[in-house]
Structure formats: C-alpha cells, structure tokens
C-alpha cells in the first residue's frame, strides 16, 4: 500500500488510494490485529470492496476472514451476489448454499451481475432441474395419483369413503396455475405466497365428496404433498 506511486509534492506525504475510508480502515485494523467492526459490512457491494482491496495488496488474512462473514447473515439477505462472490473467490462451500436459495426465487435474466458463464449455466441447469422435477412429480408420481386421473379419489380426508369423483377439471385448473407459478419462482413457499393462490385454494376447497360429504382436497393435505413434490438436491 505504502510502495504505490504518489504524484510529487514538497511535505507531509498523503497516500492518494481508490478505496472508500470504510475499507481502508477494516482492513488495517486487520492487519494490525484490531477488532475490525465487520458487521458495519451491510451489503454484499460493501464485502466485495473489501476483498478487492484485500486480494489488491496480497492481504490473504484478510481475505479468510472475509468469507467467514459472508457465511453469516448477510448471505441471506442477497443470495445471488453472495454466490457470483464466492464462486470467484473458489469458496464452494458458501457458493452452493447460496445457489440453493437463488434457485428457488425469481430470477430476472435482464438484471443478473457479471458472472463467468460457467456460474451463469449452473444457476440455469439447476433452477431447471427443479422445475422439471417438480412437474413429474406433480403429473406423474403415486404421490397425487389419486388425482391425475379422469375422476378424482374421496381418499384424502381421514374416514373418507374412496369413491371416485367427476371433477378432474377443478384439479386440472389447479395444477396449470401451480406449475407456473413454480416456473417463476421454484418453491412452494413462492407458489404459497402467490397473490392468485386464494382463488385456486377456493376452488379445491369448495370440492366434497357426493357419498360421504368428505373434502375431496382437504388444504394441509395437498401442501404436504407438494412438498413432497420439491424434495430434490442441486444437480
């Protein structure tokens, strides 16, 4: 830091360095073994001047402690710039728990940082391994098999009598809205949050059984199963 070039000039000497003071000073109490206040890094922005600098003047202290912070909270709070982050510092560890969240959000291809196109294509083959997964699932798999059929079954509901019922339609319905909803944000969480959800869950709920009066889709028994629907790990 002190052997960079300084424009000439008569007196106390100034160092003239491209790093905000935030930075400047984290890294020295760092170096000097002073608590350095990381937490006042709120943003991944923040933690990525850091490190820059760090790499900048061969401080690789510096740079270990740094991805310990990203293992915090922070990581949390912006997912997808923690995982382009850490996969550019080699940090696998962190990178893969933050794929894992940028997966199951939304993921507008126009506004992505930079990122090698390695990461980019991990971010895509992942997110759409999920959403193929969950779509066999939901069409295909002995999970809702009792309601993929020409009628739907009275066999969810404890005590319900196992009759076949003539309304697929109503579960049909039900499943378009659920797989594109889970195509733009791949989670039940996401597709539970979705502002249209309260219509389709009327509807499923609004279905009884003609011979027993049983709920066809009692609520908590379709989520459970949806959630098994989405129990798949990173390609």
């Known amino acids: 830091m002190f052997e960079l070039p300084q424009p000439p000039g008569e007196g106390a000497a100034c160092l003239n360095l491209d790093e905000d003071a935030l930075t400047l000073e984290i890294l020295l109490k760092l170096a000097i073994g002073l608590p350095p206040g990381l937490a006042r890094l709120q943003s991944i922005d923040e933690v990525a001047r850091a490190l820059a600098a760090a790499e900048k003047y061969g401080m690789k202290g510096a740079e270990e402690i ?6 915090g909270p922070l990581s949390q709070a912006d997912p997808l710039h923690t995982y382009v982050l850490t996969c550019r510092h080699g940090w696998d560890d962190v990178a893969t728990s933050a794929l894992e969240k940028v997966v199951r ?32 699932a939901l069409n295909t798999s002995t999970v809702f098999a009792d309601d993929n059929g020409s009628s739907a079954y009275c066999r969810r509901y404890p005590g319900a009598c196992g009759r076949g019922i003539p309304v697929a339609a109503t579960w049909r319905e039900f ?43 009692p609520w908590q028994s379709v989520v459970d199963d949806l959630r098994r629907c989405e129990a798949v790990t990173l390609p």
């Open 105 to 136: 959000g939304p993921l507008e291809l126009t506004q992505l940082p930079p990122m090698e196109t390695a990461h980019l294509v991990r971010v895509l083959v992942a997110r759409q391994h999920r959403i193929d997964h969950f779509s066999m």
């Open 66 to 71: 740094l991805s310990f912070h990203l293992r």
């Open 175 to 217: 499943k378009i809205f659920a797989l594109a909803a889970y195509a733009k944000a791949p989670s039940v969480d996401g597709l539970l949050s979705h502002p249209e959800l309260a219509v389709q869950k009327g509807n499923l709920e609004g279905i009884f059984c003609r011979n027993c009066t049983k709920p066809i889709w």
